[in-house]
C-alpha cells in the first residue's frame, strides 16, 4: 500500500511569488494534514482538512491556505513568499475514526525562498 | 514557555546501549502520545502510540506515560548505528487533531 506521497520534493521561488504543494493522502483516509518544520521552530502545525472542509488551523497568517479535493488529495498555497517561510512542508493523512486517529507523514517538500 | 520541552541533543551512544529520550508538557488536556522517528531529510515516521498513563513495548522500543508528571519517554534497548535519527515526540488532547511536537532529539548511535 503507498504511503502519503508529496509534490514537488524541492521547490525553489523568490520573495513576492506563490507557491502550491500537493499531497495525495493513504488510500481510505479522508483526514489530511498540513504542517512546517522550519530550522530552529521544530514541527508546526498549519492546517487540517477533512472531507473537504478546513477543520481547524494554527497560528499562521492568511497567506497560507489550501483545499481537499473529492478524492482526498490536498494543496497548500503560500501567497507573498517571505525569506522565513523556507521549509520543510509536510502533509500526514488519518482515517477519521473518532479521537485515535493516528497520523502518517510523507516526506515531505522542501521549500527554498530566495 | 513551550507546551512541549524536549532536549535537543545530540545524544550520542555506542551500539548496544540503552537510550533513553524524555519529553515534559504543560498541557493536562493531552491524552495522546506518540514518537516519530526522522531520518535527515525524510518525513516523520511514527514509532509508538500510546493512550493515557502506563508503558507499552514494541521489540526493542519501550514508551512510558506518566500523567501525574506530565512526562513520557522512549526506550531504546540494544540500540544500532540504523537508530541514528531525530526523534521527536508528539501529543494532543481528547477533541481536535492537531498534534503538538516537541523539538526533537538527534540521536547518534556510533559503532
Known amino acids: 500500500e503507498a504511503g502519503v506521497t508529496q509534490s514537488p520534493t524541492h521547490l525553489i521561488k523568490t520573495r513576492g511569488q506563490q507557491a502550491t504543494l500537493r499531497c495525495s493522502p493513504i488510500?481510505?483516509?479522508?483526514?489530511v494534514y498540513w504542517y512546517q518544520q522550519a530550522l530552529g521552530l521544530g514541527l508546526q502545525f498549519l492546517l487540517w482538512?477533512?472531507?473537504?472542509?478546513?477543520?481547524n488551523r494554527g497560528n499562521f497568517p492568511p497567506r497560507f491556505s489550501g483545499r481537499q479535493f473529492p478524492n482526498y488529495s490536498s494543496e497548500l498555497n503560500v501567497n507573498a513568499l517571505e525569506l522565513e517561510d523556507s521549509a520543510l512542508y509536510l502533509c500526514?493523512?488519518?482515517?477519521?475514526?473518532?479521537?485515535?486517529?493516528?497520523?502518517?507523514f510523507g516526506p515531505g517538500t522542501r521549500l527554498l525562498v530566495l | 514557555q513551550k507546551e512541549v520541552e524536549q532536549d535537543p541533543g545530540p545524544l550520542s551512544v555506542p551500539e548496544g546501549a540503552i537510550v533513553s529520550l524524555n519529553c515534559t508538557y504543560s498541557?493536562?488536556?493531552?491524552?495522546?502520545f506518540m514518537w516519530y522517528r526522522q531520518y535527515s531529510r525524510k518525513g516523520p515516521e511514527l514509532l509508538m502510540y500510546?493512550?493515557?498513563?502506563g508503558n507499552k513495548e514494541d521489540g526493542r522500543f519501550t514508551a512510558q506515560v506518566d500523567k501525574s508528571s506530565k512526562y513520557i519517554s522512549l526506550f531504546i534497548r540494544d540500540s544500532q548505528p540504523s537508530d541514528s535519527a531525530t526523534y521527536l515526540c508528539?501529543?494532543?488532547?481528547?477533541?481536535?487533531?492537531?498534534?503538538?511536537f516537541g523539538g526533537g532529539t538527534r540521536l547518534m548511535v556510533k559503532p
Open positions: 500526514a493523512s488519518s482515517l477519521r475514526q473518532g479521537a485515535a486517529e493516528t497520523q502518517y
Open positions: 488510500s481510505g483516509h479522508t483526514s
Open positions: 482538512y477533512d472531507e473537504g472542509e478546513e477543520r
Open positions: 498541557n493536562s488536556a493531552f491524552q495522546y
Open positions: 500510546t493512550y493515557s498513563s
Open positions: 508528539a501529543m494532543r488532547p481528547n477533541a481536535g487533531n492537531m498534534l503538538t
